[in-house]
């Protein structure tokens, strides 16, 4: 059977991570989440004490960063250094300061190359924010993955409860700047690919997104 290389992007809390996570399982491909690789960039720059817009200070980080996933029996571990950050990058700080630093040109140009290392062989599902439109523009799939914004904050919400309590308020403020930065940044907005295959997850529970997607890919597989 022929391996596809599929991607899904789209905001925060649309569902894409259990998707990702469910649909790359069901398929027996590897899934990535890209979003956890800008988290790790963000946690490094934070503990080195660099603002999200110091492009040469960055530079030089990423030129010592080590970053990479592993599966053991807790699931898919992001490791940076050989340090596993997985637990380490789900903080408010953390998303907004990634949100920040996967503006800056010498961050995406660091991933970029590791991202494509990564889909080289196919048979992989990433999830993330520009995967159809800049990192894999030739992917075989194409998905966008959205919701309502109040559908979304609940799902963040209650996503985040057990890791970082917030206030579902907090969360919607906090969900509402990221849309904004991610979707006017003049750098690999966050948008549709053109050939993206839209689906609104507002109604629809996981499995029915699951199988809608799979019945997509059973044609091209």
């Not at 991933?111 to 523009?137: A, C, H, I, S, Y």
């Amino acid at each position: 059977m022929k391996r596809l290389l599929i991607t899904i992007d789209g905001p925060s809390g649309a569902g894409k991570t259990t998707v990702s996570r469910i649909l790359a399982d069901r398929l027996g491909y590897r899934y990535i989440d890209t979003g956890a690789l800008y988290r790790g960039v963000a946690l490094a720059a934070i503990s080195s004490g660099l603002n999200p817009d110091d492009d040469n200070g960055l530079e030089k980080l990423c030129n010592t960063l080590k970053i990479s996933f592993v599966l053991d029996k807790k699931g898919l571990r992001l490791m940076l250094n050989d340090s596993d950050i997985t637990d380490q990058i789900r903080t408010p700080e953390i998303t907004m300061f990634a949100s920040a630093v996967s503006a800056r040109p010498v961050v995406r140009r660091f991933l970029l190359n590791l991202q494509r290392d990564l889909g080289k062989e196919k048979g992989v599902v990433f999830e993330g924010r520009d995967m159809g439109t800049v990192v894999f523009p030739g992917a075989d799939v194409k998905f966008f993955l959205d919701a309502s914004p109040k559908i979304r904050a609940k799902r963040r919400y209650k996503e985040l409860k057990s890791i970082n309590p917030q206030p579902l308020e907090a969360v919607e403020r906090d969900m509402d700047r990221r849309d904004k930065n991610d979707s006017t940044r003049d750098l690999a907005p966050l948008k549709p690919a053109e050939d993206a295959i839209r689906i609104d997850s507002t109604n629809l529970s996981i499995k029915i997104v699951v199988e809608r997607m799979a019945t997509i890919i059973g044609t091209l597989a």
